[in-house]
Structure formats: C-alpha cells, structure tokens
C-alpha cells in the first residue's frame, strides 16, 4: 500500500533483518520490486548485520547443552520403561519444534558471524540508496549498571576489538559488509555515509521498554533518558538536504481581499525575518548618535554615566 518514496531504520539485530528484506524484494514479485523502485535511503543503529560475538558464544553454549542434555537422558534409559523414554522424548521435541524455541534458535543462528557472512555472501541490495549509521562506545560513565555484566562478557568473548557498546563491536557496526569481500559489499562500502562515533551504549534508544531492569544509579545519571531524536532526525535532515528525500511543498495560506498594507519609509515590515529587532537596534544607534554629537552651541550634550 506504499505509493511515496519510502526508507527503512533498523536497530540492532533489525538491521540485519532489513537487509534481508531488502534483498527478498529485489528478487521477489513484480508488485516488490515496483515498490523497491521507489526506495529511497537506511539508516542503522548499533547495527548487527555483520555479526556479534555474542552470538556466536551462545550458538556454541546452546550446542553444548544439547550434547550434555542427550547424555544426562541416556543414564536414565536402563532405568526407565520404553513408554517413560518416548514420553521424554516427544516432550523435548515439542519444545525444541515449538515456534518460540525456533525463533530463538534462528534469531541466535542469524547473528553470528557464519550467519552474517552467509547473508552477504547471497544477498544483492540496492546500490543507489545512501546508507548512514548510528555507532557508539560505551564508557564508564556511559555504562548502565545493568549493562556491566554484558559488556564485561562481550570484552572476555572478543579477541579481535577492544571498543564496544555492550552487544556489538565498533568495527563490526559499520553499514556495510565486512566478513566477505564481493561486488555486492563494494557497492554498499560506496554508499556508506560514516558518522562520528557517539558516546553512549546499545540501549540508548530505549526508556520504557527497560525500565524494570533499570537500577538507581542509572536513574541518578540519567542513562536512559538522553535524548531519542538524535537516533532518527540526523538521518532525515541530510537525506533532505541533499534531496534524497523530497520536502513537501508548503501550500501559500489564503490572503483576504482588500487594499495592500501601506508601509512608510523607514518602517520595517512586520513579516520581514528579524523586522522588530533591526528597528529597535536603529532607534537604540540614533539615541547614541544624538548623546555623542555636540550641539550647535559648541557645548557636548550630557552623557548617561
């Protein structure tokens, strides 16, 4: 139902899903790729299309429990009669097959570096859209309490990056391909509008949605309520002001009928940028100019002290 130039804003791992979109529609139907003729700009924060390495410790840990899962489970099969077996086993295929746990499981899958390099190395994008990016490092100051326990893991997990924002590597939040090396990354690299990294963390653009995890300290110093326009208004004001993005006309309000306004020499006009002021300063000049001028008798008129 979209029938204007349109853009899409992704935050974290929704990055990486727009990407994905992206490259779906571009192959997709006619009535899709109709709708990516008019597609426009992105814009991404903390992005997570290149990967995490939380991502790819949790994938290992997940794969970890389910081996030693399988053997806790073979202790008990001498034990336990063949109906009790097949009970346990459908029971632990109805959650593994259920879709919460298969949204996790992918959602986890997507997110590790195997996953992003997968994407990139398959997908093709739209190559005449500007791309720019939000990026931080969280510092002391910067960092939530209840961040510290992901931010010190992500710092054990990485050996390769050393600046973060809790979730995801400085290097790995650029808005372009990094894990392969392919037409398509190049032309995104192109496209790249890189910003200035800002001091803060990945949760930045949220408020309400943690504020049951948030403690004192971090109401203290405000670390939730910095201001969210920063994250989405940037992004409009350039791709305005280089006409990615069309401004719309503003429509001329209608005027009554009657004579034109009369305006005496000398008088500002009220609709002029900066009218009232420019008067005000030049009555303020000519009063200086009259105290500083001496009288046609030859004496200085009196000065204010």
Request: with cysteine; glycine share 6%; net charge neutral.
């Amino acid at each position: 139902h979209v029938k204007t130039p349109w853009g899409w804003l992704g935050y974290s791992q929704g990055c990486a899903n727009a990407f994905r979109a992206e490259a779906l529609m571009l192959q997709g139907t006619p009535n899709q790729r109709a709708l990516m003729d008019k597609f426009r700009c992105r814009h991404l924060l903390f992005s997570a299309a290149n990967g995490s390495a939380h991502a790819v410790c949790s994938d290992m840990k997940i794969l970890r429990a389910l081996v030693d899962g399988e053997r806790f489970i073979k202790r008990f099969q001498a034990s336990m009669s063949h109906p009790t077996q097949q009970l346990a086993l459908q029971l632990l295929g109805n959650v593994l097959t259920s879709r919460d746990c298969f949204a996790v499981l992918g959602s986890v899958q997507s997110l590790t570096h195997e996953g992003a390099r997968r994407m990139w190395r398959d997908g093709q994008h739209c190559y005449r859209a500007p791309t720019t990016s939000m990026r931080a490092v969280c510092e002391d100051h910067t960092l939530p309490e209840c961040l510290i326990m992901l931010a010190n893991t992500l710092v054990q997990q990485m050996d390769y990056a050393t600046d973060h924002d809790t979730q995801v590597a400085l290097e790995e939040a650029v808005a372009h391909p990094i894990g392969v090396q392919n037409e398509n990354a190049r032309l995104l690299s192109e496209v790249d509008i890189v910003s200035a990294v800002q001091r803060t963390h990945h949760w930045s653009p949220l408020e309400d949605e943690v504020s049951f995890i948030a403690t004192e300290r971090d109401e203290k110093l405000a670390m939730f309520a910095t201001p969210k326009d920063r994250h989405v208004f940037p992004w409009l004001e350039v791709n305005a002001r280089f006409g990615v993005i069309s401004r719309l006309a503003t429509a001329a309000s209608p005027r009554k009928p009657g004579p034109e306004p009369q305006i005496a020499a000398g008088d500002e006009s009220p609709d002029s940028n900066g009218g009232r002021e420019a008067t005000l300063v030049k009555k303020r000049v000519e009063t200086i100019e009259q105290t500083l001028t001496p009288s046609r008798d030859g004496s200085k008129s009196p000065t204010r002290s």
